[in-house]
């Protein structure tokens, strides 16, 4: 988006970005609707799984666990699939453990300081970044009743993306 410049003789007066082309306009729109019915899923989706979730008799499910049913009402809505890998900590279930070649990369390049982690291929665009645990996540992910660890303790959220187009060839980032 290119930026109008204007003369400053009045503190108020700000850039002020110059509207797109009208092509360009009607694929901003559209990219952001998409993105706003995603979300809105997403944001819908979350709401019904954490009243299911923290409003029973029974007690409440851990957050990560819970949000395991948005993944899966996601993935159902929209064929996006996302899960959680453990990165620098403990897994605390089985399926955390990162499985892929594509996780275990991911969880080195987290583990390593990167906020993120991409790839591209057989069309599927696929997103690692990670998740910083707090401290009350940090003493299950260690040791109980020991020292907290120096370092960030992280988690990982791996989100994969069908392609619409046909893949020509992976491409890493």
Known sequence: MS?????????????????PPAANLE???A????????LHDVYSTTLDVMHHRYFRRDGP???ARAMEDVFEEMAGLSGIS?????VNTKAMSINHEP?????????TELSAGQKEYEFVGKGVYRRAAAI????????????MFT???KSPRLAGLVISIPLKFEDRGAHAR
């Open 132 to 143: 910083p645990l707090r401290s009350s996540c940090v003493s299950c992910h260690t040791n």
């Open 147 to 149: 020292e907290a660890p």
């Open 27 to 29: 694929a901003e729109v």
């Open 99 to 107: 499985r892929t070649s594509f996780e275990k990369k991911a969880a």
């Open 31 to 38: 990219a952001a609707r998409e993105r706003a019915k995603l």
């Open 61 to 63: 499910v851990l957050p």
């Open 82 to 86: 996302a899960n959680w890998i453990s």
């Open 3 to 19: 930026l109008k410049i204007k003369k400053v003789s009045d503190p108020k007066d700000r850039l002020t970005p110059s509207p």
